[in-house]
């Protein structure tokens, strides 16, 4: 049994994470989505987000957890709070702005004591 915590401010991650994810979830693994709102991006991303996962990941039957705040903050909290053996990000915020790996995946895969899987953003 693995526990995946899938962290996500948009619908692009979201579905790039659960694409990832489908083909490996056994049935007695557990996955929780959790969204952050940011300050400075529309409200209705980080529900969006949860939306595409109930959708997506619907065998799976997700637990999702939507925030404010810091991504990065509320991200290593909601990993400290439930402990996943693996956390799936996006390369980005999977917005048209954004290229590369973002700040967001490179401080988890900094400060994690755990795998992080990145995921691509498919056309970003």
Known sequence: MTHYLVATSSVH???????YLQGRLDPDDGVAVV???E?????????DAANVARSRLAAAAPEIDVRDGDPTEELLAAVEERDPDAVVIGANRG???SEGV????????SDLDRPVIVVPVPGR
């Open 13 to 19: 991650v979201t579905a790039a994470a659960a694409d």
């Open 35 to 37: 969204g952050v709102r």
């Open 39 to 47: 300050a400075d991006v529309p409200n209705r991303d980080a529900d």
């Open 95 to 97: 917005t048209e702005e």
């Open 102 to 109: 973002g700040s967001t995946a490179r401080a988890l895969l």
